[in-house]
């Protein structure tokens, strides 16, 4: 049981093996699941979405339709997101733990949410796990659903061109990228890693 979750980790992670299998249809699945389901707190966005940029400087993506689509996946994932804490409510923090649902990382979505207000739709975008599960405590919170919109637009379109357009121009400015992908791929997911733990590190030592 732990080697196939192992392997199935590996395998999540290799994205650029995802990327060569799956396409863009692939890609644009994941944004969905990663921002719209809980099951989906785990997954590799960040770095999907600049080495997707990379593959686009190679010419093996459309950048437009890598751009649009992209978008619209993630934002209408955040709105399948306000729209479960919505219908559940605070009935959704008293759901228990399962296999693919931490009631931990809904807490710390909603700490950040106090914190941030609104802004968390942004922000939380680059954030991983947080992103997963800040748009369904905006719904159980009652967020206005204008300004959840307006937000959830706003923000996933920074995410996606902000990390799909790195991808692209360092793709365009270094000779065989796709030699090093595995090296960008770490360096972004440690990247993505700073504003969480920076969180964390803030929450522990506030007296």
Known sequence: ??????????????????IQW??????????????????GFFLPGDSLLVTAGIFAAAGHLDLGALLVFGSLCAI????VGYSIGRATGQA?????????????????????????????????????????????VAGAAAMNYRRFVFYNIFGGLLWVWSMVL??????????????????????VIVLSLIPGVWEWWKARTQP
């Open 166 to 187: 790195a991808g692209y121009t360092l793709g365009s400015a270094v000779p065989n990228i796709d030699q090093y992908i595995h090296y960008v791929i770490a360096v």
């Open 92 to 136: 959704l923090f008293r759901r228990e733990d399962s296999r693919f649902f931490k009631r931990r990382h809904l807490e710390r979505a909603k700490a950040f949410y106090e914190k941030h207000g609104a802004k968390t739709i942004v922000l939380a975008r680059f954030v991983p796990v947080v992103r997963t599960f800040a748009p369904a």
């Open 22 to 39: 799956g396409g863009l249809a692939l890609i644009c699945l994941i944004l969905f699941v990663e921002t719209g389901l809980f099951i």
């Open 76 to 79: 209408v994932g955040d709105q």
């Open 1 to 18: 049981m732990i080697e196939a979750l192992v392997d199935l980790m590996h395998q999540l992670y290799d994205v650029k093996s995802l």
